[in-house]
């Protein structure tokens, strides 16, 4: 069965260190594929989505037909039902989006990545073989997310409570992979996967 082509998903709460990890997986030349900027596209490009959210949460979003990030993120992201209404408009595209270019990478690679933090909260886990994801305690995600200053920890912790727990997650992957560590040890997790999958 080495020849089949895999699809993976690789998730994690905000925090939890599944970017690093996917760049492990990039510099052993396998593609990745990140599902948040192939959104940001959707929501920058297509005109069909700018309508609908400008229609759901106003002009303000976008200025000068550029999305305006810092009052979607004070006005949609902060609230959960507003975070389910956007998704519900955004990920069916993502998913097609994705897929296509999955199957387009399969030409070139056995192996082909999907970084996405909302696999299980976008109903996307069907769309992969295995989903891996990387976990870490709070307090740690909490504090690289701090340190980075992309967010205080009040934005954190209300990203945090957005997406489903982690526990929840752990019941549904199909790998767990701790990071709790150093770099070196989550690079040795990425190597130690990549060795499963090319000999499944």
């Known amino acids: 069965m080495k020849d089949k082509k895999l699809s993976i998903g690789i998730t994690g709460n905000i925090g939890s260190g599944k970017s690093t990890f ?15 900027e192939l959104a940001k596209k959707i929501l920058t490009e297509d005109e069909h989505v700018k309508k609908k959210i400008i229609k759901s949460f106003g002009e303000e979003s976008y200025a000068d037909g550029i999305l305006n990030k810092t009052y979607l993120a004070q006005n949609v992201f902060s609230n959960p039902a ?32 999907t970084e996405a933090a909302l696999i299980y909260e976008a109903d996307m886990e069907a769309e992969f073989d295995y989903v891996v994801l990387v976990s870490a305690v709070l307090e740690n995600r909490k504090n690289r997310v701090t340190a980075s200053g992309k967010l205080s920890e009040e934005e954190f912790l209300r990203r945090d409570s957005n997406q489903i727990p982690e526990e929840e997650k752990k019941k549904r992957a ?27």
């Open 82 to 113: 507003k975070v389910l209404k956007i998704n519900s408009i955004v990920h069916p595209i993502l998913i097609e989006q994705n897929k296509k270019l999955v199957n387009k990478l399969f030409e070139k690679s056995r192996l082909v990545f």
């Open 174 to 200: 199909d790998f767990i992979f701790e990071n709790n560590g150093s770099e070196s040890d989550l690079k040795s997790k990425a190597d130690f996967l990549l060795m499963i999958l090319n000999n499944l």
């Open 22 to 36: 996917c760049n492990f997986i990039k510099t052993q030349n396998y593609p990745v594929i990140n599902a948040d």
